[in-house]
C-alpha cells in the first residue's frame, strides 16, 4: 500500500476516536469500571478469551497489547497470571484513561500512544501480543501491521487475536433487512463514517471520518504467514464479541460466524 495513503487513513482514524473518547469516560459505566478495577482478580475478558488463555499458560509472560484502548483487556491479563507490560493505541485520550484505570488496579504497564505502522524504538519483546475487537478493521495495510506485531514478538512468543468474523462484515444491523447481505465480502474500498464511534448502538452525533476495512479471513491468516508466524491455532466461533447490535445475528437456525481466534508462533531462536 502507499505509505502516503495508509498515513492519511491512519491519521483520520486517530483523528476520530480522539473525539470519540470522551463518550467512554464518564457515567455509570465508566465509573463502575473504575470501581471494578480495584477489586482482586479483575477481568473484563469473556469466557471465550479466558479459556484460550488460560489454555496457553500466561502466568509470568510478558504481555503487550496492540490498539489496547483505554488498557481494560491488558489490565485483565494479570487476572491470569500474566504482566500486563506494553499497552499500544493511537489515541492519546484513551491511554488517559488507560492510566486512571492502571492506577486503580495498582498495575503500572507502559502506554504508549503510537501508529502501528511507524513505532517509537525500545518497546520491547514480549511473550504475548494481544489483539481484540475491531483492531484489524482499523487497518488499512495488514502486511505491514503483522510486519509491526512480529517485531513486538520475543522469539518463541506468541500472538492471540480474538476478533469479529470478516464474514459478519457483510451486513448492516441497522438495515431494514438485516439478515440480507448489504456488503462484498470481498470489498476492498473503506466504509467511511462520521459518527462517534461507540459501543452501545446509540448515535452520539457527528465527529471526524472514519475509514473502516473489511478484510477477508484468508488476508488475515496471509498477512499473519507472510510475516513469519506460524499458525497454531484457528477456530471460528457462533457468537458475538462486538457492538450490542450484532447480537441479533446470534442464536440462529442457520448460524453465521461471528468471531474468530487465531494463534500464531514466533519461532524460536
Known sequence: MDPR???LITAANRQA????????????????????????GFSVLDDCLTRTLTELDICGLSCAQVGCNNARELLSLASLGGRPALGIDQSPAFLAQGEQLAAAAGLAPRLVAADIYALPAGLGQHDLVLITIGVLNWMPDLPAFFAAVQGLLAPGGRLV???????????EPQADQPLVPRYSYFRREPLVSDHLIAYDGLDHGQGAPSYWHIHTLGAIVTACLDAGLALQRLEEHPHSNREVDYDLYQ??????PMS?????????A
Open 17 to 40: 476516536w480522539e473525539l470519540s473518547a470522551p463518550l467512554h469516560a464518564r457515567g455509570e459505566d465508566w465509573e463502575t469500571l473504575l470501581e471494578q478495577v480495584r477489586q482482586p
Open 260 to 268: 474468530f481466534t487465531l494463534v500464531a508462533g514466533r519461532p524460536a
Open 161 to 171: 487475536i480474538y476478533e469479529t468474523h470478516p464474514f459478519l462484515e457483510v451486513f
Open 5 to 7: 495513503q495508509r498515513q
Open 251 to 256: 442464536d440462529q437456525d442457520a448460524q453465521l
